[in-house]
């Protein structure tokens, strides 16, 4: 039966379980959340770094359990001395433009000096979105629980020592031991 | 009149279809908190800020799981609410330098996903930020 007008208007038909279905039905179509996501970072220009930083802090502020594993070249973002001082290539990156919106040709890559001048402007775009230096980073995803780990074959290959590490780096691990940490249900390992 | 009637039908059909149709799209779901009626929209975020109260604020927060709302909470609501006013972005670097609270009390004080806990219970839509 339809509802009169005045019962339209009443509590009872507002919040009448139609209403609320409507809002678990999103909640009912998520049948396999993500629950822990594994991104492995292995390589230390800005834009390779970033995109694990972005990804793993905002897995931490849906709730996400989060584990980061910084490999080869990544290593550079918990390195205490490198981590805010990243580059990005200049040169064999056909997706790199002029301000203008021209192409960067490679050449122009080989200028000394274009590569750090690209890369403060790249931190300066960065910094306009309210996107936090890579330390300030790492501070937001361990605060939120997140965890931060470092690749002990790379370690040994690059010669860096534990003191070199960032303070938020929770350990060092084997490829068995990142394994381990990953697994559960509801878990994926993303390379970036 | 005969050659018309089946486009006449289907034509009303489509109408009435259409009609059921938008009408089952634009609910405009509303809840009640705390005897007040509000609109929310399908997740249950406020559509209107200024219908917002600290009784309904207590309300949200115990159907998201938190059970009493301490002054650091409300501290931090307001805050939210306010750059929301403001226009600003919320992002949850823009939390650590609110001087309010830092992150980590932020992420003890909203367990689970705090940005999106803190905004549902401030009334303010949800973040669109990925920071």
């Known amino acids: 039966m339809h509802p009169s007008r005045k019962q339209l208007k009443s509590p009872e038909y507002l919040n009448r379980p139609v209403v609320y279905n409507l809002l678990q039905k999103d909640k009912m179509e998520q049948k396999n959340p993500i629950k822990k996501v594994n991104i492995i970072c292995a390589k230390g220009a800005i834009e390779d770094v970033y995109a694990t930083l972005v990804m793993g802090n905002g897995a931490v502020m849906e709730g996400i359990e989060t584990n980061i594993f910084f490999t080869f070249f990544g290593l550079d973002a918990i390195i205490k001395k490198r981590m805010d001082k990243l580059h990005t290539g200049v040169v064999g990156n056909p997706a790199l433009r002029l301000p203008g919106g021209l192409r960067m040709p490679t050449l122009l890559g080989v200028i000394p000096g274009m590569e750090a001048f690209t890369s403060w402007m790249m931190k300066k775009q960065m910094a306009q979105l309210d996107i936090p230096p890579v330390s300030e980073f790492l501070d937001l995803i361990t605060a939120g629980g997140g965890k931060i780990y470092a690749c002990k074959l790379a370690m040994d290959m690059f010669k860096f020592k534990e003191d070199d590490l960032s303070e938020h780096v929770s350990g060092i691990l084997t490829v068995g031991e990142f394994y381990e940490h990953a697994g559960g249900e509801g878990s994926q390992i993303i390379f970036t | ?131």
Request: positive net charge.
């Open chain 2, 1 to 131: 009149m005969d050659l018309l009637w089946p486009y006449y039908r289907i034509s009303r059909i489509k109408i009435k279809t259409d009609r059921i149709l938008t009408m089952n799209y634009k609910i405009m779901a509303q809840k009640n908190y705390a005897g007040i009626t509000v609109d929310v929209n399908e997740e249950g975020y406020f559509t209107d800020p200024s219908q917002w109260t600290k009784e309904i604020a207590v309300e949200i927060a115990k159907e998201e799981g938190i059970e009493t709302l301490t002054d650091q909470h409300f501290a931090i609501i307001e805050f939210l609410r306010n750059r929301h006013m403001n226009g600003e972005a919320l992002s949850i670097r823009s939390i650590n330098h609110s001087g309010v609270i830092d992150v980590k009390t932020f992420y003890q004080l909203f367990p689970g996903a705090p940005l999106k806990k803190a905004t549902k219970i401030a009334g303010i839509p949800k973040p669109a930020s990925c920071v």
